[in-house]
């Protein structure tokens, strides 16, 4: 499978944007989905993940209440909505796919866990 993120760019504080992450070659429902996010100098961390139904959703603390994931898997689309951004938010975002039926938090959260991953989009957030 393979994932395009979209939907990065600048905005001030306090601001909104909302990230896409588009499957090709598979079927997104088979497939639970993350979000990590870099920051220069720091490693890849988790920030949110959705299961294959889209009924169970994790966050980090970070973001939670924040940020929103959500899936149509008729559009083999993840979404994450960010809210009320932070300049800390500033990052590369990416968006992973794990193909196994493994599930919970202790597994999702995990970026060692996700086969495939999308190229990044950029998220700065200016103060």
């Known amino acids: 499978v393979q994932l395009q993120a979209s939907g990065g760019g600048l905005v001030q504080a306090g601001g909104s944007l909302r990230l896409s992450c588009a499957a090709s070659g598979g079927t997104s429902s088979s497939y639970s989905m993350g979000w990590f996010r870099q920051a220069p100098g720091l490693e890849r961390e988790f920030v949110s993940a959705?299961?294959?139904?889209?009924?169970?959703?994790y966050y980090a603390d970070s973001v939670k209440g924040r940020f929103t994931i959500s899936r149509d898997n008729a559009k083999t689309t993840v979404y994450l909505q960010m809210n009320s951004l932070k300049p800390e938010d500033t990052a590369v975002y990416y968006c992973a796919a794990d193909p196994t039926y493994s599930s919970g938090s202790r597994y999702l959260t995990k970026r060692d866990n996700y086969d495939y991953w999308g190229q990044g989009t950029l998220v700065t957030v200016s103060s």
């Open positions: 959705i299961s294959r139904s889209g009924y169970t959703t």
